[in-house]
């Protein structure tokens, strides 16, 4: 699924249906990776959580803004906690 905030789109993979009913896991990948990184991981997590998987800007299908600003950390942060109140 694509979420656009602050025009901006994160690709994010989560299973909706589970979101309120399971412990959510936020997994980032590293440096070059995507969301996919974690696909080995998903179908091992116990029944009582359910997976959150994001593509970091810049990475996987997620927007490249050409403005440096957006690749900080704190940048990244600020994203990221927007991300997770919007699910």
Known sequence: MILKIDDIAYNIYYEA??????TP???L???TGN???????INKLPPEFTP???DL??????????SL???SSKSQIIFLNKILKKN
């Open 52 to 54: 959150v998987t994001i």
């Open 69 to 71: 600003k957006y690749y």
């Open 25 to 27: 896991i936020v997994f």
């Open 29 to 31: 990948h590293g440096f």
């Open 57 to 66: 800007i810049g990475h996987g299908k997620s927007s490249s803004p050409d």
């Open 35 to 41: 969301l996919n990184d974690w696909k080995f991981l």
């Open 17 to 22: 249906e589970n979101i309120s009913s399971k």
